[in-house]
Nanobody, 121 residues
Framework: QVQLVESGGGLVQAGGSLRLSCAAS????????MGWYRQAPGNERELVAT???????NYADSMKGRFTISRNNAKNTVYLQMNSLKPEDTAVYYC???????????????WGQGTQVTVSS
């Protein structure tokens, strides 16, 4: 069993900052790419950012310059630093990880339960 658990969401005023964390735990051999997606009410889930195990990052255009993704491979944890937040950033933020689980070394994508981020104007 593998679990991804997010934390750090909440309510913030426009222009403020939040830092999200997501820790993977369970029967893990290794974690490949990890990432963050978000879903606002009435919208489809969209990419925020991804990061490989080798720390190569990729961002959605609207997040570049404001959001920073990072990870700690030793802790199987991914972070999302969000600055200059806007009301349109309000959404449920989900983390995901491509996990090689033990003991059979199967590879699957796992998702967290989501954490709410609300930006007030």
């Amino acid at each position: 069993q593998v679990q991804l658990v997010e934390s750090g969401g909440g309510l913030v005023q426009a222009g403020g900052s939040l830092r999200l964390s997501c820790a993977a735990s369970g029967s893990i051999f290794s974690v490949n790419a990890m990432g963050w997606y978000r879903q606002a009410p009435g919208n489809e889930r969209e990419l925020v950012a991804t990061i490989t195990r080798g720390l190569t990052t990729n961002y959605a255009d609207s997040m570049k310059g404001r959001f920073t993704i990072s990870r700690n491979n030793a802790k199987n944890t991914v972070y999302l630093q969000m600055n200059s937040l806007k009301p349109e950033d309000t959404a449920v933020y989900y983390c995901t990880g491509n996990v090689i689980s033990s003991p059979y070394y199967s590879t699957d994508d796992y998702w967290g339960q989501g954490t709410q981020v609300t930006v007030s104007s």
